[in-house]
């Protein structure tokens, strides 16, 4: 989907599931660790949530890994993102696909280093054909990049004199998108207790639900997930219009 349509389908809990994995930073301080340390556990979070989320039936999970704006951090605690990154590549991604779990990358891969242009795709290919669930990791990733790519792509069209511009509408736009053949997110959950969505899905989460936790990103559990899951489960989902068949599914009059 997410070519200008509504995200997910009539159900009792989403179907795709988006996080903005955020906190580590803030679990370390108050610990009296390392910034790295909190990484270190925000990995751990994220292996037990693949998990969990797989477990309780949803389908498509996104996390918000790492974004465009956080190459400005101090160069060794991005090194050491970037280490997370491959540490789970090469550790992690076996299991994932023992496990039926497919692996995609969304973000910009032009400008990155050979080496990890090599991680995306080698997580990308080994993983194609599984069905189990799909796991969406967006890496140098800022949706503000994405759409203006987006534009880009189809400005070059209507240059090549293969598109005309009045034919550019939401449809074709959501279609230049990383996300192109992916339903958009029903629910996106931010942790840590901010309250903002930091350049995360701005074009696909226009009609998502949002729960923010104020728990912090590496104590983020199955009893976590299954609240937000639960407040989802209590929004009257509206989309503009009365008598919406969406709405009435989860019963608003």
């Known amino acids: 989907m997410s070519q200008g349509q509504r995200p997910g389908r009539d159900r009792d809990g989403p179907s795709h599931v988006a996080v903005i994995m955020d906190g580590n930073g803030r679990w370390a301080q108050m610990r009296g660790l390392p910034r790295q340390e909190g990484h270190r556990r925000g ?3 994220l292996r037990r949530t693949v998990k969990n989320a797989g477990e309780l039936g949803i389908e498509i999970l996104t996390l918000y890994s790492f974004s465009t704006e956080n ?3 101090p160069p060794a605690e991005v090194s050491f993102l970037l280490g997370l990154l491959k540490r789970f590549v090469d550790k992690d991604l076996a299991e994932l696909h023992a496990a039926g779990v497919r692996v995609r990358i969304i973000g910009a891969r032009l400008d990155l280093a050979p080496e990890l242009r090599h991680l ?8 194609r054909d599984n069905t189990a669930m799909l796991l969406v990791v967006a890496f140098n990733y800022g949706s503000r990049d994405e759409i203006a790519r987006a534009a880009a792509r189809l400005a070059g069209e209507v240059a090549a004199g293969r598109l005309a511009a009045e034919a550019i509408d939401e449809t074709l736009l959501s279609s230049r998108l990383d996300t192109a053949d992916l339903p958009d997110p029903e629910l996106v959950i931010r942790t840590s207790g901010e309250m903002r969505i930091s350049n995360f899905l701005l074009w696909q989460a226009a009609y998502a639900e949002f729960v923010f936790t ?12 299954e609240a937000a899951l639960a407040e989802y489960g209590r929004r009257e989902r509206r989309f503009g219009g009365l008598g919406d068949p969406i709405d009435r599914a989860v019963g608003a009059a």
Do not use: K
């Open 43 to 45: 990995l751990e979070a």
């Open 71 to 73: 190459w400005r951090r």
């Open 120 to 127: 995306v795709e080698r997580a990308e290919a080994m993983t």
């Open 214 to 225: 104020p728990v912090l990103w590496p104590d983020f559990d199955r009893a976590a997930l």
